[in-house]
Every structure is written in structure tokens, then in C-alpha cells.
């Protein structure tokens, strides 16, 4: 069985954005592949601790698995393996082994590195190494798919350059991950309706130039998944929109309007197209924003109800199974690497 590999960052709290263009895919992604492959569901926790963690991190990696197990990520199926980073020790020994492969001058050219310390004297060696952590994720356990945003292709291309060199310097180790080429194609498959894997984006509902986001200060710009449901309606009925007049996907010249169709269309398990087509002719925004406003509600109050049915001990239990297996797996490939260099 290949093995796709995926990430779930924690955050605490969570928007509809993040549902919607995150917690919602990868849950449809493990439901579409765990007949057929193994799906590892990962949290990258030591990944995480790169920047400074807000809250408290095991609160806000119970309370994220809570809200990926209601949007669909089944927490009882044995062709999905969850588990926390941290517990694996094999993905922090393989990190130093790797590193020892790795170039300078290659991990100096890596963008996102570049991009997050921005020159500064104090960013941490771990913003400067977690590519390296990252290809140890993946060539623990051959893992053939991970689907990421474009800003990580260059780091699945380090996996590949690193096992690969692993693999010549000391014999045939590692699976390689596909090529970026192959893991694209994969994505593209994954993405309704044909459209790129990344393609949705909810917009900032007062600034529907912007993305929602969930560190956004203004309140009435993103909904998050705990909002009480009346008051996220609300926050619909006060969203920016244009002064076009007209109820249609327009992204470009009607970013607020759009981004309304592409919620109702979401959270109502449409497609975009028949929305649209449903209101297509509607010139007040009043009504239609109503419209959406209690989808979103329905959504929320359902969405909520099955948060509150998820309990810490399936979340434990699902960990606990989880990292026995990846374990068993992550130690077993570690000693690989570790005889063929003769540390044992
Ligand atoms: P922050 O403001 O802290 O950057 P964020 O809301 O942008 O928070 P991230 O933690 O950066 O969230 O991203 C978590 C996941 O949610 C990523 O997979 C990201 O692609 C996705 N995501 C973030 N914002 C949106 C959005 N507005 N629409 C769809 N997906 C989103
Ligand atoms: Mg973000």
C-alpha cells in the first residue's frame, strides 16, 4: 500500500476558512484513500514549536483534532494512522542523520527559510533546519504523497535529493517521495470540480481583498468555528459587498458577493456553478445575504453538535493506536539507516 502523509498544524481556535479550505479537504482526502492506502495524519508539533506557540500547545492539539474528527477524519479506521511527531523519536535521530547529508549551501537556498528569518541574527537554528525534520517525516515512512501548498515543493525536492544521497552514499534506504510533478498531478485530482488542490480561499468578510485569516483583529471579519451560530449570521448580513447591484461570481470586480456564493455554496454542499445559477438575476443584497447568513447558522449549529460529540478519550485512544504504529514503522526504517552507516 503507498502511503500518503499529511500535516494538520494545531491552532486553538479556528475559522471557517480553515474548515472550509483545510480541516474539510483533508478529511474528504483520508475518507476518498483509506480503502486503498495508508493515510498518515501527522501533528507536526515539533514543527510547530519553530515560533512562539500561543496558548497552551496540548489544549490546542486536543481541541484541533476535536474539530478535524467532526469535519469528517474518521478517528477508528486502521488505514489512518495519527499520530503526534514528538512521540515518534525517529523523526528527530533521522533529522540529525540527514543533516549530516544535507548542504549548507542548499539549505541556504530555501526560500521559505529565507522568507521567515529574514536576515535576523536571532531566528532560531530550528527555521533554519525544519526542512530536514520534514524530509525525515516523510522518508520514515516512505510515504509516496504528501499534498502541500506550492511554498513547500522546494522542500519535497530536499527529501528527495537527500534520500536519494543517503541511498548512494550508504545503499538503497529510503523510499523517495514523488516528484513534485507527480505529487501536483495528485493534488490536482484531489481538488473539486477540477480546480487546484489550493484553489479555496475564503475572503475576509470586511475586506474581501484579503483572505479571512484567523489572527485578523477585526472580529467581524472571520467566523470562527466557535462562534455562537446567531452571531456568525450576523457577521454575514454585516459583510462588505460591492455596488454593482448584482448577485454573481465575480471574483475580481465583486470579491464580497463571490466570496458569499462560494460560503453558501460550501457549507450547503453545492457546487459553485448551480449556486450561482440559482440567484443569478438577484439584485438585492439584503435577501440574498439572509440567505446565506442562515446557511452559515444550520452549518454552524450541525457542525457544533458533532465537535461536542467527539470525545478526548477517541482523540487519545485514536493517538495512542496511532503512534504504536507509526512507531513500529518510523523505528524499524531508523535502524535501517542506522546499520547502513554502521552505527549499528
Ligand atoms: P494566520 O492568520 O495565523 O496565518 P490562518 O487563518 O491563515 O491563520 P493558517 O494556520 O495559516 O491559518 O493555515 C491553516 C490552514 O488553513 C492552511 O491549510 C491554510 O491553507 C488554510 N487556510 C487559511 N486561511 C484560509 C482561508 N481564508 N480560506 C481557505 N483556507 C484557508
Ligand atoms: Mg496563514
Not at 24 to 38: D, V
Not at 196 to 225: C, H, T, W, Y
Not at 277 to 304: H, I, S
Amino acid at each position: 500500500m503507498e502511503t500518503i502523509l499529511t500535516g494538520i498544524r494545531v491552532n486553538g481556535e479556528l475559522t471557517l476558512g480553515n474548515l472550509l479550505g483545510a480541516l474539510l479537504p483533508m478529511a474528504r482526502l483520508s475518507e476518498q484513500y483509506k480503502g486503498t492506502h495508508k493515510v498518515n495524519v501527522f501533528v507536526p508539533d515539533l514543527h510547530t514549536i519553530i515560533a512562539d506557540v500561543e496558548g497552551d500547545l496540548r489544549a490546542n492539539t486536543l481541541k484541533s483534532l476535536r474539530y478535524y474528527a467532526a469535519a469528517g477524519l474518521d478517528l477508528k479506521n486502521d488505514n489512518i494512522i495519527i499520530y503526534r511527531q514528538s512521540y515518534i523519536p525517529a523523526h528527530s535521530e533521522l533529522c540529525w542523520i540527514l543533516d549530516t547529508v544535507a548542504t549548507m549551501g542548499e539549505m541556504n537556498r530555501m526560500t521559505q527559510f529565507k522568507e521567515k528569518s529574514d536576515g535576523r541574527d536571532s531566528a532560531n537554528v530550528g527555521i533554519f533546519n525544519y526542512p530536514v525534520l520534514m524530509a525525515a517525516d516523510i522518508l520514515l515512512y516512505g510515504a509516496k504523497y504528501v499534498p502541500v501548498g506550492e511554498d513547500q515543493f522546494q522542500h519535497l525536492e530536499l527529501t528527495r535529493n537527500l534520500g536519494e544521497r543517503f541511498n548512494n552514499k550508504y545503499g538503497e534506504v529510503f523510499t523517495l517521495p514523488a516528484t513534485t510533478a507527480e505529487q501536483a498531478a495528485f493534488m490536482k485530482g484531489l481538488a473539486p470540480e477540477g480546480k487546484k488542490a489550493d484553489g479555496i480561499r475564503i475572503r475576509d468578510l470586511q475586506n474581501p481583498e484579503k483572505k479571512m485569516s484567523k489572527s485578523s483583529a477585526a472580529e467581524n471579519s472571520k467566523i470562527m468555528l466557535s462562534d455562537e451560530p446567531k452571531i456568525a449570521a450576523k457577521k454575514i448580513m454585516s459583510a462588505a459587498t460591492d455596488s454593482v447591484g448584482k448577485v454573481q461570481f465575480d471574483m475580481f470586480n465583486q470579491p464580497g458577493v463571490s466570496n458569499l456564493l462560494q460560503i453558501l455554496a460550501l457549507v450547503t454542499g453545492d457546487n459553485l456553478e448551480s449556486v450561482a445559477a440559482r440567484y443569478a438575476g438577484e439584485t438585492n443584497y439584503g435577501d440574498f445575504k439572509r440567505k446565506v447568513a442562515e446557511a452559515v447558522e444550520v452549518f454552524l449549529v450541525d457542525f457544533q453538535a458533532k465537535v461536542a460529540e467527539v470525545s478526548d478519550a477517541d482523540i487519545l485512544a485514536a493517538f495512542e493506536r496511532g503512534e504504536k504504529q507509526a512507531n513500529n514503522v518510523a523505528s524499524a526504517k531508523l535502524l535501517e539507516a542506522q546499520e547502513a552507516i554502521g552505527l549499528r
